[in-house]
């Protein structure tokens, strides 16, 4: 079967730098993707990773290492607004793709 | 670009009753639509994928007699939750995406649904 696994609950202040690690198991393996949702609204998009490395999308950074089923989310300069809950998501093929979700991580910023 | 929109944005029905939600891509065709649902404090739960023009794929353990999708257009896919009950009370999210799957989903901003 397909799984995710990432932290529950991360708590940083104003200012720092915070990575919210996600390990997954899963066959056909396609890509990796990581979601911010606030409370009471929609997922939204925040990066991708089909190859091994690092991408950067401004205060957001996303690592993918497909040997080790490993990825994390980057957070630099953190701000207030960016207390959210942040899934990690794995794309798939098996005949179709699809995407599964993470548990979600809830990242509390404090001043 | 890449907007995809969701009504009704909120929903109260009573017991019984069939609620219709409809997902929209405004700005691009979309070839493949998913449904999701999210309990409170909870993940994403994908429900089933859609795809223009053909039948829905269902995951697991979600009854395709209950929850109705239907793909009629590349911008266009509902789903309709039939003979509603509480315990169907939740977000229902849609996503689409260009391609069949692969690429970046962009989601809808999601139908809050209350059966009492």
């Known amino acids: 079967g397909q799984s995710l696994e990432q932290p529950s609950e991360v708590t940083a202040v104003e200012g720092a730098i915070v990575q919210i690690n996600c390990t997954y198991q899963?066959?056909?393996?396609?890509?990796l993707s990581w979601y911010q949702q606030h409370d009471g609204g929609a997922p939204t998009f925040l990066s991708y990773?089909?190859?091994?490395g690092l991408e950067e999308t401004g205060r957001f950074s996303s690592f993918l290492s497909r040997s080790d089923s490993y990825g994390y989310l980057l957070l630099q300069e953190l701000q207030m607004k960016d207390s959210a809950s942040y899934f990690c998501?794995?794309?798939?093929?098996?005949?179709?793709?699809?995407?599964?979700f993470g548990a979600g991580t809830r990242l509390f910023v404090k001043a | 670009g890449a907007v995809v929109s969701q009504h009704p944005s909120w929903v109260i029905c009573k017991s019984g009753t069939s609620v219709k939600i409809e997902c929209r891509s405004l700005?691009?065709?979309?070839?493949?639509m998913f449904w999701y649902r999210q309990f409170p404090k909870q993940s994403l739960m994908l429900m089933a994928t859609?795809?223009?023009?053909?039948?829905?794929?269902?995951e697991q353990g979600v009854e395709k007699d209950k929850f109705l999708i239907n793909h009629a257009s590349l911008t266009l896919s509902t789903l309709t939750v039939t003979s509603a009950h509480p315990e169907d009370s939740s977000f229902y999210i849609c996503?689409?995406?260009?391609?069949?799957?692969?690429?970046?989903?962009?989601f809808g901003p999601g139908t809050r649904l209350l059966v009492l």
């Open positions: 998501a794995v794309s798939y093929n098996t005949g179709g793709f699809k995407t599964i």
């Open positions: 859609s795809n223009e023009g053909s039948k829905a794929t269902y």
């Open positions: 700005d691009f065709q979309a070839t493949t």
């Open positions: 996503s689409a995406s260009r391609g069949t799957g692969e690429g970046t989903q962009y």
């Open positions: 899963t066959s056909g393996f396609y890509g």
């Open positions: 990773n089909g190859l091994d």
